[in-house]
């Protein structure tokens, strides 16, 4: 069984940054790729940023350089780093690890609130 926690989200100014985290535990198994997504309000789930076991990333245009993905050495916890936050950068964001033979996982979601 394998659990994603999220954490770090909140209220901020535009502008300001906040640095999320996901903590993964459980049967990881090989793990393909890690990536944060997001749901606005009245909006699907999209992409934010995922970042693959070889180290390689890519982002959403919406976020690129304002918004980093990382990981810790152990490949068990995720991070994003979001700086210049926008009001459009609201919404709940999600965690999802994927392994190469047991699926795609999903965290409860932590939710980022950007006031203008």
């Known amino acids: 069984q394998v659990q994603l926690v999220e954490s770090g989200g909140g209220l901020v100014q535009a502008g300001g940054s906040l640095r999320l985290s996901c903590a993964a535990s459980?049967?990881?198994?090989?793990?393909?790729?890690m990536g944060w997504y997001r749901q606005g309000p009245g909006k699907q789930r999209e992409r934010v940023a995922v970042i693959t076991t070889s180290g390689g990333s890519n982002y959403a245009d919406s976020v690129k350089g304002r918004f980093t993905i990382s990981r810790d050495n152990f490949k068990t916890t995720l991070y994003l780093q979001m700086n210049t936050l926008k009001p459009e950068d609201t919404g709940v964001y999600y965690c999802?690890?994927?392994?190469?033979?047991?699926?795609?996982?999903w965290g409860q979601g932590t939710q980022v609130t950007v006031s203008s």
């Open positions: 999802n690890l994927v392994t190469m033979f047991s699926g795609s996982y």
């Open positions: 459980g049967s990881l198994g090989i793990v393909n790729a």
